[in-house]
């Protein structure tokens, strides 16, 4: 039976996690954050505030608590004050990949190859905020994750649930989690969640330097090895910054203020 609904959950939603948690992530910072302006005509978007740290804290600190020991960074605009944020940071180790043209998130990726490994990497965007459900949503994907059968596995939202997100939703998910991306026009009830585990040697196959990773998922959906695994918890999109207010209220509500949230970090010696 289809699980394309939003209310649909695959089999896979609540594994017990896994101890192969990638070591690895890219996490992509060089947008320019063009919707996030004015705020981002002085900072780069992920060095924008939400609960209390920049957004990229937040997805470190994640990475960080899962077990991922290296991050590469991609940065381009207003790079300098990324590379100067995370001067102090040891966990994850940070390895910045500079752009000076802005290579997509694919290319970005492509770019930053010889710093990655062969081995199954994380990619997360460094503009999202989530909170976790019971499990870590990293330690869910990575027990998820299974090579033979995957190419790329999405952390899906429910777009009925995702805070802050109007759009007309991403892919279809079926039973055993694969992924149908939806036709033009079409609603879809799940929204790409910005965390994602990919086989760096997918972009080994591709020549161009700039391109989306929208293009690796297509292949990955052609070939029937683009699979989702639903979140469990709280996802905020903050794309504005009405955006950024709104989620700011939100996490001061009683139900969410006592959620585990990055907290701002002091240069470690």
Known sequence: ????????????ANPAPAASVPHTAM????????????????????????????????????????GV????????????????????????????????????????????LPHLGADPIFVVNADILWLDGPIPALKRLAATWDPAVMD?????????????????GDYHMEA???????????????????????????????????FSNLRLWQQAEEAGR???MRHDGVWFHVGTPDAVEEVNTLLGHPILHDAKLSQPRKAEP
Request: glycine fraction near 10%; charged fraction near 20%.
């Open 1 to 12: 039976m289809s699980a394309s609904a939003a209310t649909a959950t695959p089999p896979s």
């Open 27 to 66: 996490v992509l910072a060089a947008g320019l954050g063009l919707r996030m302006r004015p705020l981002t005509l002085t900072r780069p978007k992920p060095l924008v505030e939400v609960g209390g740290a920049p957004l990229l804290d937040h997805a470190l600190d994640r990475l960080a608590e899962s």
């Open 69 to 112: 020991e290296r991050a590469v960074v991609n940065t381009h605009h207003l790079g300098a004050m990324i590379e100067s944020h995370l001067a102090g940071r040891s966990s994850p180790a940070i390895t910045l990949s500079p752009e000076a043209d802005l290579l997509e998130t694919g290319g970005g990726v492509r770019h930053a």
């Open 152 to 168: 790329v596995l999405l952390l899906m939202m429910p777009t009925v649930a995702a805070v802050g997100y109007d759009g007309p």
């Open 176 to 210: 055993d989690g694969r992924l149908r991306y939806r036709a033009e026009g079409e609603l879809a009830p799940f929204v790409f969640a910005g965390v994602h585990i990919v086989k760096p040697e997918l972009y080994h196959a591709i020549t161009e330097n700039r």
């Open 226 to 228: 683009l699979y989702g």
